[in-house]
């Protein structure tokens, strides 16, 4: 080379040189490659490449997620990665510049043949600072994001933890919840099961005994052992409860078909001295009852384990040697009997007072008349010395009584009867009551109507008519009640001699004289008789 082809050389640039001799040495080879494109062709595509290749932005690498950025990061300060890329920038414009008049850098590894060497360098591209920079940049960027993932990692970790356990905490209070829920019902249902009857269809009587001073407790425990109750404790709790505190010592029988409030109530009672035996059966007799009629009710009261028929009633209250047994055993009340032929249908009529009386397995007819003429002892028991003062005998009362009983409805009207009946016999007069003459009829105990009591016989053939007989029947005609008895026994004093009933509205009316008496007859009594007939 001549100094002036030196010098030329020396004002080339370093990439001019490479390219220069680059182009040199593809000269020789030319004529050896039939086909590819020449070096200036190579040069103008890599050149041109270059033009349209743009280094990615750093917002653009971020939304990317480049893989290898993180392989590349370094550890330098945002301000020197700035600095670089600044610094970098402003070379790559340079060089480009200086070749060509090209804007940018070429980039790319070029092989370069250097005649004094058996090798070939591998000359590769630089790469620019800026590029550094940018990774340094998004280490940065990257660690930051990390942190921020790993701070929301921890955070949602948290918020599953206490998740959690809000979950657990809400599903312990539902099963709390659900177990005073069942809890509540099962001691609801056991409560009301326990105030039920243990059988509701066992009818069979337990005898037991209460001894005296027990508590409620100890009754409880008493009931529950015998069977009677589901729980003593519920009865403790439902005596407190009910405040049932005057409970009563003594023997009962009890059934397994009561409820709790039942054997309660009937503990406060109280019991017999000694065992009896259970009752199966109740017989209602009511006031003013004739034989004939209580005979129905005792046949109709029975049940599969007590049954006794009205025939075999009616058969034993007629059986003389039964009736013997019966004034030796009650003497002040059967000692003034009327004799069987005196004209009374049944001896024992108006004998067997009128209450409820219970059966037993051992209850039959005999016992079952003895039961109820020991009642009427008992009941005239406190009369006895009174009667015996007037001069009266059982009988007499009973017999004027069972008349009072039917006459009149009130404790007055019946001593204001029995007033009249006195004072009639006193003078001797009959007692004209149509009570006796419906018994004598056969219709005493139905119900009967105006007519029909007016209509009655006053000529009948019987003992019992005292329209034409003076004074008393030989017998009650019926079973009078206590108050009867009472109003026969002490009756008002009076001077009425008549008085007339309303059998319909049960109204009496009463009268000293006989032109009284027909007036009140014909205003209470005719009066409604023509009134029914025209409006029948």
Do not use: C
């Not at 066992?202 to 407790?217: F, H, N, R």
């Not at 009710?297 to 049954?307: D, F, L, M, R, Y």
């Not at 009316?509 to 027909?518: D, K, L």
């Amino acid at each position: 080379m001549t100094e002036n082809s030196q010098d030329n050389e020396k004002k080339l640039s370093f990439k001019e040189q490479i390219l220069k001799e680059f182009a040199n040495s593809q000269k020789n080879e030319v004529s050896s490659q039939e086909e590819g494109p020449s070096l200036s062709e190579q040069v103008d595509k890599a050149l041109e490449k270059e033009r349209t290749k743009e280094d990615p932005s750093l917002s653009e690498l971020l939304q990317k997620g480049d893989a290898s950025l993180a392989e590349v990061l370094g550890k330098d300060s945002l301000s020197a990665d700035s600095a670089s890329e600044s610094q970098a920038e402003t070379t790559a414009s340079q060089n480009s510049e200086s070749f060509l008049d090209e804007p940018e850098s070429v980039k790319v590894p070029v092989k370069v043949s250097y005649k004094n060497q058996s090798k070939e360098p591998n000359v590769s591209k630089e790469e620019p600072l800026a590029k550094t920079a940018t990774y340094r940049r998004d280490d940065l960027t990257s660690k930051e994001t990390l942190s921020r993932s790993a701070k929301e990692r921890q955070a949602n970790k948290k918020k599953r933890q206490n998740n959690v356990a809000k979950k657990i905490v809400w599903t312990i209070i539902a099963l709390l919840l659900v177990t005073l829920a069942v809890t509540g019902a099962f001691v609801y249902s056991y409560i009301d099961s326990a105030l039920k009857p243990v059988n509701a269809n066992d009818t069979e009587y337990v005898t037991l005994e209460i001894p005296a001073g027990s508590s409620a407790k100890e009754i409880g425990s008493i009931l529950e052992k015998k069977g009677l109750i589901k729980s003593g404790q519920v009865f403790n709790y439902y005596s407190k409860f009910k405040s049932y505190a005057n409970f009563q010592s003594g023997y009962y029988n009890l059934q397994k078909s009561m409820d709790l409030d039942t054997i309660a109530k009937a503990l406060q009672k109280g019991g017999t001295d000694t065992p009896q035996p259970p009752t199966l059966g109740k017989l209602v007799v009511p006031e003013g009852y004739t034989l004939n009629q209580i005979a129905e009710a005792v046949e109709k009261s029975g049940n599969k384990k007590v049954s006794i028929s009205a025939k075999d009633f009616l058969s034993k209250v007629q059986d003389e040697s039964f009736i013997s047994k019966m004034v030796a055993k009650y003497p002040k009340l059967l000692s003034g009997l009327p004799a069987k032929d005196s004209g009374v249908k049944y001896r024992l009529e108006g004998y067997l007072f009128p209450a409820t009386y219970n059966y037993t397995s051992d209850t039959t007819a005999e016992t079952l008349i003895d039961q109820m003429l020991a009642t009427m002892d008992s009941k005239l028991s406190t009369y006895y010395e009174v009667l015996e003062s007037k001069n009266l005998t059982v009988n007499d009362v009973l017999t004027l009584a069972s008349l009072v009983e039917k006459e009149g409805s009130t404790d007055e009207d019946r001593k204001n009867i029995a007033s009249v009946f006195y004072n009639r016999l006193n003078q001797g007069m009959p007692l004209q009551s149509n009570i006796a003459i419906l018994y004598a009829e056969g219709k005493l105990g139905k119900k009967t109507t105006l007519a029909e009591d007016a209509a009655i016989d006053t000529n009948i053939d019987s003992a019992f008519n005292v329209y034409k007989n003076p004074g008393l029947m030989p017998g009650p005609v019926d079973s009078p009640s206590l108050s009867a008895i009472e109003a026969t026994v002490n009756p008002n004093k009076t001077d009425y001699l008549y008085f007339v009933a309303n059998t319909e509205t049960g109204t009496v009316y009463f009268a000293t004289t006989y032109e009284e008496h027909a007036k009140n007859v014909e205003e209470h009594v005719n009066s409604k008789l023509t009134q029914s007939s025209s409006s029948n």
